[in-house]
C-alpha cells in the first residue's frame, strides 16, 4: 500500500489546515490510520489515529479538541482536520497504516506502511 500525505502549508496561528493521507488501494479502509509529525531537531511523535473499523479515534493530549482525524472510504482516504494552530504544530506531518492493536496505536512501531510526509509551518 502506498500512502501519499498533502495539504501541508504555511499559515498564521489560529488557521486550519486539513491534511489527507489518499492511498493507492482501498486496502486502506480496513487498516489502521495514524497521523505523527516530526518537528525540527525532535523524535517523531504521535497525533491522532483511527482504528481499523473506522469507530474509534486517538488523539495526543496536545490534540484534543483541535484535530479531528475521519475516513472517507469512497475515496479510500483518511482526514487530519487541524484548527487552532499552534507555532509548536510547525512539523512534517506523516500518514501511516497498518494493523495496529490498542497497545500500540500511538506508536510508530505498530504501523507498516508509511508516506513522505508533508510540512506544516504555523507562524505567529
Known amino acids: 500500500v502506498q500512502l501519499q500525505a498533502s495539504g501541508g502549508g504555511a499559515v498564521q496561528a489560529g488557521d486550519s489546515l486539513r491534511l489527507s493521507c489518499a492511498a493507492s488501494?482501498?486496502?486502506?479502509?480496513?487498516?489502521?490510520v495514524g497521523w505523527f509529525r516530526q518537528a525540527p531537531g525532535k523524535e517523531r511523535e504521535f497525533v491522532a489515529a483511527?482504528?481499523?473499523?473506522?469507530?474509534?479515534?486517538f488523539y495526543a493530549d496536545s490534540m484534543k479538541g483541535r484535530f479531528t482525524i475521519s475516513r472517507d472510504k469512497d475515496k479510500a482516504t483518511v482526514h487530519l482536520q487541524m484548527n487552532s494552530l499552534k507555532p509548536e504544530d510547525t512539523a512534517v506531518y506523516y500518514c501511516?497504516?497498518?494493523?495496529?492493536?490498542?497497545?500500540?496505536?500511538?506508536?510508530?512501531?505498530?504501523?507498516?506502511?508509511w508516506g513522505q510526509g508533508t510540512l506544516v509551518t504555523v507562524s505567529s
Open positions: 501511516a497504516a497498518g494493523y495496529p492493536i490498542l497497545s500500540t496505536i500511538r506508536t510508530s512501531g505498530g504501523y507498516r506502511y
Open positions: 488501494e482501498r486496502t486502506i479502509n480496513n487498516l489502521g
Open positions: 483511527v482504528r481499523q473499523s473506522g469507530s474509534n479515534t
